[in-house]
């Protein structure tokens, strides 16, 4: 069956670094605009970064210079890299695959159009 299982989250310090994972089984992986989202409490959830099938990338302003995303595509992993962390990047971290909205495109960082969700691994920066 379709299954997105993150891992890589715990606890840094600020200005630390962490890379996440995300295990693809049960679809075509290289097919699908894949997605990283994070939500904190009481905030909504945030669009990080998105790759398409040829690699092309899409990042929110909020991350950009320091999280970078990838695929392997032998592996079915997406990865997100995360650098110089602060606290305002302390949240609950996704990974999401638009399986039915075709390749990435200007919607790529907006959550709607994500279809299948891993159940989120804690990020947790500290001072």
């Known amino acids: 069956h379709v299954q997105l299982v993150e891992s890589g989250g715990g606890s840094v310090q600020t200005g630390g670094s962490l890379r996440l994972s995300c295990q693809v089984s049960?679809?075509?992986?290289?097919?699908?605009?894949m997605g990283w989202f994070r939500e904190a409490p009481g905030k909504a959830r945030e669009g990080l970064a998105a790759?398409?099938?040829?690699?092309?990338?899409s990042y929110a302003d909020s991350v950009k210079g320091r999280f970078t995303i990838s695929r392997d595509h032998a592996k079915h992993i997406l990865y997100l890299q995360m650098e110089n962390l602060n606290s305002e990047d302390t949240a609950m971290y996704y990974c999401?695959?638009?399986?039915?909205?075709?390749?990435?495109?200007?919607?790529?960082?907006?959550?709607?159009?994500?279809?299948?969700w891993g159940q989120g691994t804690q990020v947790t920066v500290s001072s």
């Open positions: 999401a695959a638009a399986s039915k909205s075709g390749p990435c495109g200007s919607w790529s960082l907006s959550h709607s159009r994500y279809d299948v």
């Open positions: 049960g679809f075509s992986f290289s097919t699908y605009c």
């Open positions: 790759i398409d099938r040829a690699g092309t990338t």
